[in-house]
């Protein structure tokens, strides 16, 4: 059984959180606290804490100011806000999730599952946005005559905008051009987990990634971009989620 711990000044958040705890039979809530001050004064070494979902915005102490605090007491430590600009900070807060509101049970099942990967963490009587079953869609490759080509999702390593068509880039080094925009691709997706947009024209395959230096990102067939200026906050988002850090005292 995981114990978790949520901070939050807003009941309707509070609410949210402990519906999706509800949902997975491993989670067990062990504190709740609306004020932060009494989270400090309250929370202890002796509490046992596996998960701490701190909101940032709150009176008097900031969720970041108040993670400084609690940080050692608690085994992970998960930002819940509203506001992407914090990613960055909670990075430096050495929180290890950042989970933007409203996010879906969806998202936060699998944070879950990353954060605690042995833990077996069964839902009970829910139907996941995305359909386990869907993995391929059919598309129309330009380049064989209008063929109906079948392609399996997790053998695509990136979407690119190319003028009035869509290249598909996939891990057998073959190319697909469709007549299709990224817009379309947006909807396709959906909220699939795997896929993400960093720059107006690529939505890549993050388990393709090959890796990230500074801001450009270069994936396993060596395409490269630039993550565009108004996908920063999203980017620094993905980096605060996926980033391993160590917690050595510095």
Not at 19 to 40: E, R, S
Not at 153 to 172: M, P, R
């Amino acid at each position: 059984m995981l114990n978790c711990i949520i901070v939050d000044d807003e009941q309707f958040s509070i609410e949210a959180i402990r519906k999706y705890i509800d949902m997975l039979p491993k989670l067990n809530i062990v504190g709740i606290y609306t004020n932060p001050q009494t989270a400090l004064e309250e929370v202890s070494l002796d509490s046992k804490i596996d998960i701490l979902f701190m909101d940032i915005d709150m009176p008097l102490i900031s969720g970041l100011e108040l993670a400084k605090a609690l940080r050692s007491k608690t085994q992970k430590l998960i930002f819940t806000t509203a506001h992407s600009k914090y990613a960055f900070d909670a990075f430096e807060a050495e929180g290890d999730a950042y989970l933007l509101k409203p996010f879906t049970f969806g998202k936060f099942s699998t944070t879950i599952n990353r954060l605690f990967p042995t833990e077996v963490l069964k839902t009970t009587e829910v139907n996941l946005e995305t359909n386990q079953e869907d993995n391929f869609f059919l598309v129309k490759n330009k380049e064989e005559n209008l063929r109906i080509v079948k392609v399996m999702y997790k053998d695509v390593i990136a979407f690119e905008s190319a003028q009035n068509y869509v290249k598909i880039y996939l891990v057998n080094n073959k190319i697909l051009t469709a007549y299709l925009s990224i817009k379309d691709i947006v909807e396709i997706l959906g909220s699939r987990e795997g896929f993400k947009q960093f720059h107006r024209a690529f939505i890549i395959s993050i388990d393709n990634i090959n890796y990230i230096e500074g801001n450009t990102i270069k994936m396993l067939n060596n395409l490269a971009f630039t993550v565009g200026e108004s996908y920063r906050e999203s980017f620094n988002v993905f980096l605060s989620n996926k980033l391993l850090r160590t917690l050595r005292k510095r």
